[in-house]
């Protein structure tokens, strides 16, 4: 603390609290920014430690089947910087990790609290691996969010003529690519990185493994087998919510198929097509 006086600081709670190799507190526990003097640095730190046993966070650890007591958190107090452009990059598209071979990136201006928070639309990036492309889709970005005279930070606009433009090159996406295929390569598991950038400098704010992705040999094009299958229950879990018993798998899975094939065949869809799809429809729940 004695390093920070001056400055404007960060407290938070560290990775290791925030994760594991299968279950993630991402954005549970609070984080205090722009905190300035052993006052304010030291209140924050106290509302770090509460937020360990937040009602959520209880929740969270219920669900997870971990324990509720016994738990502890070391506080980390880091000099902030104050970014013009921060962001998050996933090594693997968390929505289409095996159709997508490329880094997926999000971005907005100022620091990441609007993005973490959900209260800004970003920037999306699709970097290949291989480095061939670069794909954008901008967004309009009229707000942001930036340090707050007093401590914290305040969402202010974003000037005229910088909100439909790009907030990255295509050099800084690359830069940023490069680091989540190393991040991923010298762990063994797609990664998750908070990033920013002040005044043309790339910092790493954060990394954590990306929980809801099945591991790399998953991934890994080059495994035996003609295509990967992922079986999971994303599509049954919206109906029979917490945990599938085999009872519950084995009418379900029935009645899926049975609605499936008499939709087909009531859309019009030839008996001999729907037949030829029949593994697939018994298969629709896993």
Known sequence: IDRC???RCACQCPPAMLLSTHHSFAGQFDTLLYQRGLEQII??????????FAE???QHRRDCSMPV???GMAVIVQIMINSDVSGVAFSRHPLKPLSVPAVYIEAVHGIGEGLVSGELDPDHYEVAFDGSKVDVELASKEEMFKQKEGGGVEKIPVAAEQQKERTLTDTQAHEIAAIMMSL?????HPQ????AI??????CLQVRPVV?????????????????????????????????SPLTFSFASRGYAQVYTQTLAVSGVPSEVIANFKPYLANMVG
């Open 198 to 203: 002040e005044e043309g400098k790339l910092y």
């Open 43 to 52: 209140r924050a730190i106290k509302e770090c430690w509460a937020s360990c």
């Open 192 to 195: 998750d990185f908070e990033w």
């Open 69 to 71: 007591t016994g738990s």
């Open 5 to 7: 006086r001056g400055e």
């Open 212 to 244: 809801t992705l099945p591991p790399l040999a998953f991934l890994d094009g080059s495994a035996p087998g003609l295509m990967p299958i992922l079986w999971d229950n994303s599509n049954i879990v919206e109906s029979y919510s917490g945990v599938t």
């Open 56 to 58: 959520r966070v209880m």
């Open 184 to 188: 991923e390569k010298s762990t063994g």
